[in-house]
Each structure stands twice: as C-alpha cells, then as structure tokens.
C-alpha cells in the first residue's frame, strides 16, 4: 500500500494519521541539524544519502524523464536538496518535499512524493551556481552581485555569468559544461581569474 507524502509542516497534530504503521519512521538516528524557528532543521542544511538510485523511490518513475540517477557506489552524505535542485534538477517543491521525507524517516519505496500524473518534475532552468552555498567562490574570488538566486534558461546562462557576475568568458564556458554535466562547479579547474572586472 503507497500512503501519500504529506510535509511535516502541512500536517496536523496527528502525524500517526499518515504514516503506514509498518514502516515507522527511523527518526531514533540522531543528527545534528541546525534547527529553525519551529525547532525544525532547516532543509537545505540537512545532509544525508541520496535515495534517487533506481526507480519506484518515492514513486519515481521513468516518464518523469531525469536526466540521471546516482549509483550506490557513488553515493555520499551530501547536502540533500542542493544536490536534488542542482545534479538532478529536480523542481524546488518536489525537493523540498524528498529531503522532509527523509528527514522524518518515511519508507522511500512506500511513500508517494514525485507526482503520477504528467506533471513536470524537473527544472528546465539551471541555477545560478553562486548561490549561498557557493561561499568559497563568492568570499575568495569577490563576485559581484553574490549570492544569487536565479534560475535561468541555459540560453541565457552564459550571458548571466558574464553580465551579472563579471565571470570571463572562458570561465562561463567552463560553468556551463559542469553545470550541464554534474550540476556543480566544485571540481572546475579554473585556469584563469575568475571575474573580470574593470
Ligand atoms: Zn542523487
Ligand atoms: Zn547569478
């Protein structure tokens, strides 16, 4: 039997309403997560294990098209929801949904997050990569206008880099491959300054 994902934050009271009562939550691990507000961790400080490593993990299915999966040799603890948005683009809803899941324990394979109907999953654009957590190159390398928060069709991509961010047009070259291909730039190796500024 699937049950329904519903957050943390949209439920009531009574969370034992939703949860399938043969696959409780492993919340007993204990993390130490910087914690909001509400006491709650904040969900894009959260780390752990990504569970997109085949299909039928939170109803993930083949027509939602990602462009990739991970493999379980590869897989690391990493922050989970820049890893979703970022390598497997997945929309910020959905991601923001996965990694509550996960925080709270819900059984991947019983548990419904990615829509069934044709509903888009996954973000056309990409993200700007000097964003808030991209503080090693927005601190050591001075880049104007950071962090910064845009999404952007890759047509403009380039274009955003070079005109908002000073970045060299070498180096935008560079930003776009790794983008494209990993969703980060932690491992480009740049060979020049990576803004030009007057
Ligand atoms: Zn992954
Ligand atoms: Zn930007």
Do not use: L, P, R
């Given at each position: 039997m699937f049950i329904e994902f519903i957050s943390r934050d949209e439920q009531s009271q009574n969370s034992s309403e939703i949860i399938n009562t043969e696959h409780q939550p492993c919340s007993s691990k204990k993390k130490n997560f910087k914690v909001n507000k509400k006491g709650e961790p904040n969900v894009v400080l959260i780390r752990d294990y990504c569970p997109l490593t085949k299909f039928g993990i939170f109803g993930l299915k083949h027509s939602h098209n990602l462009p990739r999966l991970c493999t379980k040799s590869n897989n690391r603890r990493r922050y989970l929801y820049l890893h979703l948005t970022h390598f497997h683009r997945i929309k910020s809803s959905i991601a923001n949904k996965l990694v509550k899941a996960i925080r709270d324990g819900y059984d991947p394979m019983e548990t419904i997050i990615f829509p069934q109907d044709n509903t888009q999953v996954t973000d056309e654009n990409l993200p700007c990569p000097f964003d808030s957590s991209a503080t090693k190159f927005n601190q050591k390398n001075s880049i104007p206008n950071t962090p910064c928060t845009s999404s952007l069709n890759y047509h403009y991509f380039k274009n955003h880099l070079r005109t908002v961010?000073?970045?060299?047009k070498l180096n935008a070259n560079l930003i776009l491959k790794a983008m494209r291909k990993v969703?980060?730039?932690?491992?480009v190796q740049f060979e020049e300054d990576l803004c030009e500024i007057d």
């Open positions: 961010h000073s970045i060299t969703g980060t730039i932690s491992h």
